[in-house]
């Protein structure tokens, strides 16, 4: 029982993350610039709440990761020998698609007539290349950590290093002496959307909760879960309090507001951590969930991959935000985010319909050759 709560705690926020995503990315990219009005209070909460999207998916594939990879064997920890050669290779076909969705097709038949600018696109760390990268952090320390306690505190580490050092990386020049394939990974001005530090924090901050929930009797996993979360969130919410207006005068002129502050980070963690907790009472008290929520959770980077090149365009296709240069009113923005995710939503039902129907032919089959 325990086990399922634990894993419609992580349905239900993946399909959070997955849903804000869709809407972000639509809106952003159809809705006309004159209404993107910074001075607008409505346009500030929805900017903000768009921000928690990546903070959603990277929390609940950091806790994902390591309740899928670590083995609890008899009080020692391990990764089963069969099971991290396959994390591995998930890591590795999480950067190439993150590479990918960039990639100019030129370089495909002739790389030496790809631009400078089109090289500056390639080379900007996204969603994708973070979490592979944290995946990979987090598995070397799993394979290498055999107690409970040694593993959760790594991961503590992990996360509050990269808070901490995201305001003093970000000043820093990396690009006189970095390659250009690495120096986005540590700076938004390469135009990078997301930078390891801090939010390869968030997948170091979920393994750690999945690392202590190890530790938890099976029988009340998810209720203790729920608590620490609830638990974490207002210490968050309270170094948020603390921290702002001291980051505000002493920091704030040197990073990036938004990305780099500890302060606002810490504010985004407390509310991840709230609705983590709320769906996680939820989920001991639920009995039924929608079957559409775990299958939104397994097909969440296929729904990534296939709503960006519908959103934003690919190398081998065009998408609305080519179709609609000028923009559009939000009214017609939002309906449009309405359309894509359910567009995105009807194609996870169609490929469980498949997996389905599938899995009944090879059952039937099986049956047939054993008799």
Not at 98 to 105: E, S
Not at 187 to 197: D, E, I, P, Q
Not at 199 to 214: E, P, T
Not at 289 to 318: D, E, Q
């Amino acid at each position: 029982m325990d086990n399922k709560n634990r894993l419609v705690l992580l349905d239900i926020l993946r399909a959070i993350g997955v849903m804000l995503m869709i809407e972000g990315h639509t809106i952003d990219a159809v809705m006309s610039p004159l209404y993107k009005d910074g001075s607008s209070l409505l346009f500030q909460f929805w900017t903000f709440f768009r921000g928690l999207t990546a903070p959603f998916f990277f929390f609940s594939a950091g806790f994902a990761f390591v309740i899928a990879t670590v083995k609890d064997n008899g009080g020692e920890l391990t990764v089963p020998g069969r099971a991290w050669p396959r994390r591995l290779r998930r890591i590795i076909t999480l950067l190439l698609i993150g590479y990918g969705l960039h990639m100019p097709l030129q370089m495909l038949y002739d790389p030496s007539s790809v631009s400078q600018e089109a090289w500056n696109v390639f080379f900007i760390a996204d969603a994708l290349q973070i979490i592979s990268l944290s995946l990979l952090v987090i598995l070397l320390v799993a394979l290498f950590t055999k107690r409970k306690e040694a593993l959760f505190k790594s991961y503590v580490i992990a996360a509050s290093l990269s808070l901490i050092l995201a305001p003093l990386t970000e000043p820093i020049r990396w690009e006189t002496f970095l390659p250009h394939a690495i120096y986005p990974y540590l700076t938004f001005r390469a135009g990078s959307f997301f930078t390891f530090f801090p939010f390869s924090g968030y997948l170091f901050a979920g393994a750690a909760f999945s690392a202590a929930a190890l530790s938890f009797p099976v029988q009340s996993r998810a209720r203790l879960l729920s608590k620490n979360f609830m638990r974490a969130s207002f210490v968050s919410l309270i170094l948020f309090v603390i921290f702002f207006p001291i980051q505000m005068i002493f920091v704030s002129p040197y990073v990036d507001y938004w990305r780099a502050l500890p302060a606002v980070n810490f504010l985004r963690f407390g509310l991840v951590t709230a609705v983590a907790s709320l769906v996680g009472y939820l989920s001991l008290r639920v009995t039924r969930f929608p079957k559409i929520l775990p299958a939104i959770g397994k097909s969440s980077l296929t729904i990534y991959v296939v709503h960006l090149m519908i959103v934003y365009g690919s190398p081998v296709n065009t998408g609305l935000a080519q179709l609609l240069p000028g923009g559009v009113h939000p009214a017609v923005a939002i309906l449009l985010a309405a359309a894509v995710m359910s567009l995105m939503f009807g194609m996870v039902y169609a490929m469980e319909a498949y997996r389905g129907r599938k899995r009944r032919i090879e059952a039937v089959t099986v049956s047939e050759v054993a008799k």
